[in-house]
C-alpha cells in the first residue's frame, strides 16, 4: 500500500550526523512501538476476556501491588535514561563543530537567507557546499527569530537578531537538499525556503571559479572595516598596547574580564565587545572603546569578526610575505588570513 | 450515604425525573446568568466552551483543507497564519485548558466531596464573566481581522513585527487567565476545607486529586504568562522595551517566561482527564483503580516537575547545552508518572468485569493515544533528536496525541460518563458508540501520517510545502473529515437526550461515589438532602458472593 | 440566592454552603494566601526579566538608578509602612470588636469615633490617606521623568554617556515604569475596594468578632502589595547606591 503511493517514510541521510540522529530515533521507535503495542494488546485482551458477563457483576477487589508499582516504575525510568544520555551525547555532537571547518556566514531576514561563502562568493536561498568536508555557518538575523534546518543534514539551529549561534554539518553525499526556515517568522514563512547544492570538491571549485561576481572575502572585507573605523589605533597587530589589548589569535582563547570572571572569546564575545565594549573588559584595561551598536551593519559585523579571527595567520603571513619580499611566492589570497582546508 | 443498596441497579424499567433539581430551581435567563450554583456555572461553561471548540474546528478545517495541496490555493499567506493562529487560540485558551475543570471539575468536585458548593461560589461566577470577557475580546479581535504570531506569540515578532491584533488577543488571554486563577483557587479551597465527614485525603476521588494537581498549576503558572502577555502588550502600546534586540533585549527571555506557564498548562489539559479516566475505568470494572496511592501521587509528581521543564522547548534556541541537559534530563523524569498511570489503568482492567459502554470506549482510546502521545514527547525531550524534529510536524502531530487524543478523548468520555447526572436523561447506544469509534479512527488516520511528515522534515506553519509531502497531507485531511463526523455526531444525539432520552435514575452506571450513590439525577440544588457521612474507601464494589480467589478482602461499610 | 440566607438555623454571616464559622473564616484565609501565591509568581515573572537584565547589562541599572530620587523612594517606603499600620489597626478593630471608647475625649469627632464600625472606617480612612501620599508623590516622580527624557519610546535620552551601552539604560526605565506600574495598579484596585466596598460594609456593620474575614484577606492583600514595594525599592532605587556616580 505505501509502496503504492511511492511514499517515503524516512528522510534522506546525506550527512555524517544524520546517522547519529536516525539510530536514536530508530532506537526509539522501537521503544514506542513495543510499549505501544503492550499497552494496546494488554488493553483489548483484558477487554475482551473480561467482559461483563451478568449485570450485577463486580470485579475483583484488586487494590494494587508494590511489587508491580516498582517494576513499572524503574523499568520506564531507565528506558527514558537511555533516552537521555544519548539523546544527551547525539546533541553534543551536533553541537560541537569539528576542528578545520570550512566558515560560512549567514543571514536570516524576512524571508531570505543570505549565505556568504569564505571566498566572498554571495548567495541568496541557495547554499553550494563541498561534499566530505566539515561546513560551518555562523549566522545571525536582521530581523526576528528564524531557523536553519536541512532535513536531509538533521541540523537544526535558530537564528536570532542580536546574536550569533553556529551549526555545523559535513555533508556525505552530493545531491540538492531542502532549507527551511522553521521558527515562525510572518507572513512569508512558508516561502523563508532554499536549496543546498552538495557538490564534489572540483564541481565546487569550477563553480566557485565560474564566473560569479566575486566581492572580496569576508576576512579581506573585514580588513578594510578594521581600518576604516581605526581600530587599529588601539589594538595593533602584535602586542598589546595601553590602550587595548592585541587582537592576534585571540578567538577561542579564555580570557579574564575586569572583576575577575573568564570568557571564552568566541564569535559572541567579538561581537559583544564590538557593540557594547564595556561588557567585557579585559582585566586591566580602562574603559575606553565607544560602542559600535547601531553604526556598523550585520554583514560588517561579520566580516570583521572573520578577519579578527583569522589576525593569528596573519601574523604568519606576516612572516611569510617578508620571506615572498626575498623571492618566494606567496598567494595572495592568504594574506587574509581566511583558514582553508 | 455511602450505602451498598444504592449501588444496586435500580431495575424498574420506568424511572421518572425528580420533581425539583437544580435545573428547574429558578427559571429565565437571569436565574442562569446570576447563578452561583457550581452545577449551573458548569453547564454555562459547557455551552460556552463548546461554542469556542465549534469554531476553533472550523479552523482545523481550513487548515486541513489549505494543506490538501502543495500550493497557496485556499489561502494567501497572511490568511493562512491568521487561521493557525487563531485554532491555537481558541482551542488552547478558550477550550482544552477550561475544558475538564470548569464544566465536569466545576459540576462534579462538590458532589465527589459531599459539598453543598465550592468554597467560593461568586468567584465562581466571576470566572466565567472573566472566561467570556476574554472570550470575546479575542472573537472582536477576530472579527476586525486576527493576529499572525502564532498562538507562542514569540519576540521580537509579536513585539516589533506583527501589524495585527496582538495587543487584543493578549489582552483577551489575560482577562482569561483570571477564570483559569479563579477557578484553580476555588477547587483547591474546596478540596481542603469543603469535604464531607469522613472524607479523608485517601478517600478522595483520583478526580479529586487530578483537579487538585490541576489547580496547583492553574494558580501558580497563569500568573506568569499573565505578566509575559502584559510585558508584550506594552511593548506594543508604550514602546517599553523588554525583548527589542535594538535596544540589547533579549528575545529568548520571553521563551523562557512563555514557556513557564505554557508547558505546565499541558498538564492543565491532559490532568483532568486522566481523573476523568481514572472515574470512568474503576466504574465500568466495577473494582478499585489498581494502584489507588501511585495514581494519586503520580498526579502531584507531574504538577510539580511539570513546572521544571519548559526548557526543553528551547533547545535549539540556543540555550545553554547544560541548561538543556537539565530539562532534558527532568522532562524524561516526569514520563514515569505517567507511565505508573498508564500501567496501572491497565492492570486495573484485570479481573474486572467490563461493560462496553461508550464512556469506556473512550476511555481506553484515551489509553492507547496518551501512550502513544506520551512516548513520542519522550523522542521530542531526547536532546539529539529534537534537533531534527523541533518545530516540525511531529511535534505537531506529538501534541495533539497528548491535547486532543488524550484532553479531548477524556473529555468527551467525561462528558458521557456524567450527562446522565448533570441532565437526568440517558445517551447510549449505536450512536454514542460510533462517535468513539469514529473519533478514534479519525484522529490516528489525521495525525498519525504527520509523525511520519514530521520526521520528513516537514516543517510547521508552513502553508505551502514541497510536492513529496503531499500524499501524507491528503490522507491526514482525509482523516481529518472522520474525525469531524465525530465531533459533530454528539451534539445532536445529546441534545436529542435532553428531552427524548431514558430517565437515568441517581445511578444508572451502578458507579460508586457520593455523586452517584448520594445525589439525585440531576442533583437537587444543594446536592444533598442531608449531608453524606463518608465511611469507606473510594471504588469499592461489594462483590454479591465472596470469592475465594484474589486480592484482600474490602473492608465491609458500617451503616452510617 | 436570597431565599438561602435565610435558612432556617444558619446563622447571619455564615454563608449557606459553609458549616461552620470555622470552615468558613479557613476558607477564606486558604484563597486569600493562594490569591496571594498567584500574585507572588505575577511579580515574579518581572523580577526575573529584570535579574536576567540586571546580569546581563549592570552598568546600566546602576546609572538608571541613580537617576531615581533614594530621598522620595525611602520617604514613599515609610508612607507605605503608615499605611500599613493603619490597615493593620482597621483589622485589629473589628477582630477585637473594640469599642473606642479611648476616643470619646477627642474634642473633634470623639462622640462618632467611640464605635467600632467608626473605628474601622478609622482604619480604613488612614489607609487610604497614606495610600494617596504614596501615589500622589508616585504622579511627581513620573512627571520628572517626563521632564529629564527618561521615558522609554516617548521621550528618552540615555542619561550617561561613559557607559558603552547607553541606550540598555532604557531597558531599565521599561521595567522601572512596568513595575512600579503593577505595583501602583495593585494599589489603586486595592483603594478602590476600600472606597467602594469595605466603608460602606463597615458603616453596616457587615463585620462583628465572629465574622470578619473580608475585611483580614483585605489586609493580607494590602500588605503584600507594601511587601512588593519593599523589593522593588532596593531593586530600583539602591542598585546604585554603594557605587561611584555614573555620568
Not at chain 1, 56 to 76: F, N, R
Not at chain 2, 282 to 302: C, D, E, L, N, Q
Not at chain 2, 516 to 524: C, N, Y
Amino acid at each position: 500500500m505505501l509502496a503504492l503511493l511511492d511514499l517515503q517514510l524516512f528522510p534522506e541521510q546525506a550527512s555524517t550526523f544524520a546517522g547519529k540522529v536516525d539510530a536514536l530515533y530508530f532506537f526509539s521507535l522501537a521503544v514506542t512501538a513495543f510499549f505501544t503495542l503492550l499497552i494496546f494488546a494488554g488493553v483489548l485482551f483484558l477487554f475482551i476476556k473480561y467482559r461483563r458477563k451478568s449485570e450485577d457483576e463486580v470485579g475483583a477487589p484488586i487494590h494494587g501491588s508494590l511489587t508491580l508499582e516498582i517494576i513499572w516504575s524503574v523499568i520506564p525510568f531507565l528506558v527514558t535514561m537511555v533516552l537521555f544520555a544519548w539523546g544527551a551525547q547525539v546533541f553534543y555532537v551536533g553541537v560541537t563543530t569539528p576542528e578545520g571547518a570550512r566558515e560560512y556566514l549567514a543571514t536570516g531576514k524576512q524571508w531570505m537567507w543570505k549565505f556568504q561563502h569564505p571566498e566572498g562568493h554571495r548567495e541568496i536561498n541557495t547554499l553550494h557546499v563541498p561534499v566530505g568536508e566539515t561546513i560551518k555557518l555562523t549566522m545571525t538575523s536582521e530581523d526576528v527569530i528564524h531557523s536553519f534546518f536541512v532535513p536531509a543534514f538533521r541540523v537544526k539551529q535558530d537564528v536570532l537578531p542580536g546574536r550569533y549561534t553556529q551549526v555545523w554539518f559535513e555533508a556525505t553525499k552530493t545531491g540538492e537538499y531542502h532549507l527551511f526556515c522553521t521558527e515562525y517568522c510572518g507572513a512569508e514563512h512558508a516561502q523563508m525556503i532554499g536549496t543546498v547544492y552538495v557538490m564534489e570538491p572540483d564541481e565546487y571549485q569550477e563553480w566557485l571559479d565560474g564566473g560569479l561576481v566575486i566581492a572580496s572575502s569576508p576576512a579581506a572585507s573585514g580588513k578594510e572595516l578594521f581600518h576604516q573605523y581605526a581600530c587599529n589605533t588601539c589594538h595593533e597587530a602584535q602586542g598589546d598596547t595601553r590602550r587595548g589589548p592585541s587582537l592576534s589569535g585571540i578567538a577561542g582563547d579564555e580570557v579574564v574580564l575586569s572583576g575577575g570572571k573568564t570568557r571564552t572569546r568566541d564569535d559572541n564575545y567579538l561581537r559583544e565587545s564590538i557593540l557594547r565594549p564595556s561588557s567585557n573588559l579585559v582585566d586591566g584595561y580602562q574603559n575606553l572603546m565607544p560602542t559600535y551598536q547601531g553604526q556598523i551593519s550585520e554583514e560588517g559585523l561579520g566580516h570583521l569578526i572573520a578577519y579578527i579571527k583569522g589576525l593569528d595567520q596573519d601574523v604568519d603571513t606576516t612572516a611569510e610575505a617578508e620571506a615572498a619580499e626575498s623571492g618566494d611566492f606567496v598567494s595572495m589570497t592568504d594574506s587574509t588570513g581566511v583558514s582553508r582546508p | 450515604m455511602s450505602d451498598t443498596t444504592a449501588r444496586k441497579i435500580d431495575p424498574a424499567p420506568e424511572r421518572e425525573m425528580p420533581k425539583e433539581h437544580y435545573l428547574n430551581a429558578g427559571h429565565g435567563i437571569k436565574s442562569w446568568l446570576l447563578t452561583t450554583d457550581h452545577k449551573r456555572i458548569g453547564v454555562l461553561y459547557l455551552i460556552s466552551i463548546s461554542v469556542f471548540f465549534a469554531l476553533g474546528g472550523i479552523y482545523a478545517g481550513l487548515i486541513r483543507l489549505e494543506l490538501v495541496t502543495p500550493e497557496a490555493d485556499l489561502f494567501q499567506p497572511d490568511t493562512y497564519n491568521r487561521v493557525f493562529t487563531m485554532h491555537a487560540i481558541l482551542m488552547i485558551f478558550f477550550f482544552l485548558v477550561p475544558s475538564i475543570p470548569a464544566t465536569l471539575g466545576n459540576f462534579l468536585i462538590p458532589l465527589m466531596i459531599g459539598a453543598k458548593d465550592v468554597a467560593f461560589p461568586k468567584l465562581n461566577l466571576a470566572s466565567w464573566y472573566m472566561y467570556m470577557i476574554g472570550a470575546c475580546l479575542t472573537l472582536f479581535a477576530l472579527m476586525k481581522g486576527g493576529v499572525d504570531t502564532g498562538w507562542t506569540f514569540y519576540t521580537p515578532f509579536s513585539t516589533t513585527y506583527s501589524n495585527t491584533y496582538v495587543t487584543t488577543v493578549a489582552i483577551g488571554i489575560f482577562i482569561n487567565g483570571f477564570s483559569s486563577i479563579f477557578t484553580g483557587v476555588n477547587f483547591m479551597v474546596t478540596i481542603h476545607r469543603m469535604r464531607a465527614p469522613g472524607m479523608t485525603w485517601f478517600r478522595l476521588p483520583l478526580f479529586i486529586w487530578s483537579h487538585y494537581a490541576t489547580s496547583l498549576i492553574m494558580v501558580l503558572g497563569t500568573p506568569v504568562l499573565a505578566i509575559t502577555l502584559l510585558l508584550v502588550g506594552f511593548e506594543r502600546m508604550f514602546g517599553l522595551g523588554f525583548f527589542d534586540p535594538a535596544l540589547g533585549g533579549d528575545p529568548v527571555l520571553f521563551q523562557h517566561l512563555f514557556w513557564f506557564y505554557s508547558h505546565p498548562a499541558v498538564y492543565i489539559m491532559i490532568l483532568p482527564s486522566m481523573g476523568v479516566i481514572s472515574e470512568i475505568i474503576s466504574a465500568f470494572t466495577r473494582k478499585p483503580i489498581f494502584g489507588y496511592h501511585f495514581v494519586a501521587y503520580s498526579s502531584m509528581g507531574i504538577a510539580v516537575i511539570g513546572f521544571l521543564v519548559w526548557g526543553h522547548h528551547l533547545f535549539v534556541s540556543s540555550q545553554s547545552m547544560y541548561a538543556g541537559l537539565i530539562f532534558s534530563f527532568l522532562t524524561m523524569i516526569v514520563a514515569v508518572p505517567s507511565a505508573v498511570k498508564v500501567f496501572n489503568w491497565t492492570a486495573t482492567l484485570f479481573r474486572g468485569s467490563i461493560a462496553y459502554t461508550t464512556p469506556m470506549f473512550y476511555a481506553l482510546g484515551f489509553l492507547g493515544l496518551f501512550t502513544i502521545g506520551g512516548l513520542t514527547g519522550l523522542m521530542l525531550g531526547s536532546m539529539g533528536l529534537d534537533i531534527h524534529m523541533h518545530d516540525t510536524y511531529f511535534v505537531v502531530a506529538h501534541f495533539h496525541y497528548i491535547m486532543v487524543g488524550g484532553a479531548l478523548m477524556g473529555y468527551l468520555g467525561g462528558i458521557h460518563f456524567w450527562w446522565p447526572k448533570m441532565f437526568g436523561r440517558e445517551a447510549r447506544g449505536f450512536f454514542p458508540h460510533m462517535s468513539a469509534l469514529l473519533v478514534f479512527i479519525g484522529f490516528n488516520l489525521t495525525f498519525l501520517p504527520q509523525f511520519v511528515l514530521g520526521y520528513l522534515g516537514m516543517p510547521r506553519r508552513y502553508h505551502v510545502y514541497p510536492e513529496e509531502f503531499q500524499v501524507l497531507h491528503v490522507l491526514s485531511t482525509a482523516g481529518a473529515t472522520v474525525l469531524a463526523a465525530g465531533y459533530a455526531l454528539p451534539v445532536f444525539y445529546l441534545v436529542w437526550s435532553l428531552k427524548f432520552g431514558k430517565v437515568a435514575g441517581p445511578n444508572p452506571w451502578g458507579a460508586t461515589g457520593l455523586e452517584w450513590t448520594a445525589a439525585a439525577s440531576p442533583p437537587i440544588q444543594h446536592n444533598f438532602e442531608s449531608m453524606p457521612v463518608v465511611t469507606e474507601d473510594p471504588y469499592v464494589y461489594h462483590p454479591p458472593k465472596p470469592r475465594k480467589e484474589g486480592g484482600a478482602e474490602p473492608v465491609p461499610a458500617p451503616t452510617a | 440566592m436570597s431565599s438561602e440566607a435565610a435558612t432556617q438555623g444558619h446563622p447571619k454571616g455564615l454563608a449557606h454552603h459553609f458549616e461552620t464559622f470555622e470552615q468558613q473564616k479557613e476558607s477564606s484565609f486558604l484563597g486569600m494566601w493562594l490569591f496571594i501565591s498567584q500574585e507572588l509568581m505575577f511579580f515574579g515573572g518581572i523580577f526575573a526579566a529584570y535579574v536576567n537584565y540586571r546580569v546581563l547589562y549592570p552598568d546600566a541599572f546602576i546609572a538608571g538608578s541613580q537617576q531615581l530620587d533614594v530621598g522620595i523612594g525611602a520617604a514613599n517606603t515609610i508612607v507605605l509602612l503608615c499605611s500599613s499600620f493603619t490597615m493593620v489597626y482597621a483589622v485589629w478593630v473589628a477582630q477585637s470588636g473594640y469599642d473606642g471608647r479611648h476616643f470619646r475625649r477627642l474634642p473633634v469627632l470623639g462622640e462618632r469615633l467611640a464605635d467600632n464600625r467608626w473605628q474601622i472606617v478609622l482604619g480604613l480612612v488612614g489607609t487610604l490617606f497614606f495610600g494617596t501620599i504614596f501615589l500622589v508623590v508616585k504622579y511627581f516622580e513620573y512627571g520628572s521623568k517626563f521632564a529629564h527624557h527618561l521615558v522609554p519610546h516617548w521621550d528618552f535620552i540615555p542619561p550617561v554617556s561613559s557607559i558603552p551601552e547607553p541606550e540598555t539604560t532604557e531597558i531599565f526605565f521599561s521595567l522601572y515604569f512596568a513595575m512600579t506600574g503593577l505595583h501602583g495598579l495593585h494599589m489603586v484596585v486595592g483603594m478602590g475596594i476600600m472606597v467602594f466596598m469595605m466603608i460602606p460594609m463597615a458603616l453596616r456593620g457587615a463585620w462583628d468578632t465572629n465574622n470578619h474575614n473580608f475585611i483580614e484577606g483585605f489586609g493580607l492583600y494590602w500588605h503584600f502589595v507594601d511587601i512588593v514595594w519593599i523589593f522593588l525599592f532596593p531593586f530600583l532605587y539602591l542598585v546604585g547606591e554603594s557605587v561611584g556616580k555614573i555620568t
